[in-house]
């Protein structure tokens, strides 16, 4: 579900499409280092459109974000890197691990991949990145809001993630042959996404991979990768067969008083329309999805 999967709330999951709010302008924030300047991060990405959303309390918690942000990268306790070193979080050689057993889980779910929706059904508002059916999700954790069902299927990934702190969202990515995300950024710089690649094609050279602002990435399977996705960021699969990755968002490391106003953000964000549109679209998938499973167990042979 865009838009979704933080905090703790009910069911379905929701990725909110990292896409850049109209109040906010390109924010410069200076380096908090006395030696080499940080990267700034820009609350904006040129030529993608905005999210249009005219409700007052969309207005009014948006304005909340962008003060936010500023705030967030201030005290951010691990600093402001687009791409993390994996050392920085001890936890991340435990996820590797859990590998192999998220995979066969994966293997099981994509039996019905053809079924599985494109992430802007979901989320209407990745159509401003995303509007064919070349990438496709299936979450068990959306802005803290879990899919009890999918949980269900995946019990293994589920218990794997449980060593993540602060985990807001949890789904598997999956990129077609010939995809490309245009460069665009996530709507909000308090948390850090992990990818796990699980099926990685054979590629020769930058054929599969992620931009995180100059930085170019290639998925290896069995191995994860930390970024923050506030940066401009582009990811592309140029070959002929599918990649899969483990997709997570967490909670990202900050110092007070930005720890607070980030936690307080996490739980308001569940009451905003976006949000509440993804989980109620990602619940309707999910009722149908097994439905459909159910009626094919009770068919007469």
Not at 31 to 41: C, I
Not at 224 to 236: K, N, P, R, T
Not at 259 to 288: C, Y
């Amino acid at each position: 579900m865009s838009g979704i999967l933080t905090g703790k709330a009910a069911v379905g999951v929701v990725l909110l499409p990292r896409q850049i709010n109209p109040s906010l302008q390109a924010f410069p924030v200076t380096s908090t280092s006395d030696d080499a300047p940080e990267p700034s991060q820009n609350f904006g990405t040129s030529g993608i459109a905005p999210m249009e959303r005219a409700s007052p309390v969309t207005r009014f918690f948006m304005g909340i974000v962008a003060w936010a942000e500023k705030l967030n990268f201030k005290h951010a306790k691990l600093g402001n890197p687009p791409v993390y070193d994996n050392a920085t979080f001890p936890w991340a050689a435990e996820i590797e691990k859990a590998a192999p057993a998220i995979r066969a889980e994966l293997d099981r779910i994509l039996v019905r991949k053809d079924e599985l929706p494109s992430f802007q059904d979901i989320s209407t508002d990745v159509k401003t990145i995303s509007t064919d059916q070349g990438w496709k999700t299936f979450f068990l954790l959306g802005f803290g809001v879990r899919s009890e069902q999918n949980i269900k299927a995946c019990p293994d990934t589920w218990n794997a993630c449980q060593k993540i702190p602060g985990l807001t969202t949890v789904m598997f990515s999956i990129f077609e042959p010939g995809k490309h995300l245009p460069a665009h950024r996530g709507p909000y710089n308090g948390v850090l996404r992990l990818h796990l690649g699980l099926i990685v094609p054979d590629n020769r050279g930058d054929d599969l991979a992620i931009r995180v602002k100059d930085q170019i990435c290639h998925w290896q399977e069995g191995k994860v990768l930390i970024f923050d996705d506030a940066y401009e960021h582009e990811a592309w699969n140029h070959t002929d067969k599918t990649r899969v990755v483990m997709f997570v968002d967490f909670v990202k490391p900050l110092n007070f008083p930005a720890r607070l106003v980030n936690w307080m953000l996490m739980h308001m964000a569940i009451f905003t329309p976006f949000i509440r549109e993804g989980l109620d679209n990602h619940k309707e998938w999910e009722k149908k999805f097994y439905a459909q499973a159910e009626a094919l167990r009770n068919r007469p042979n």
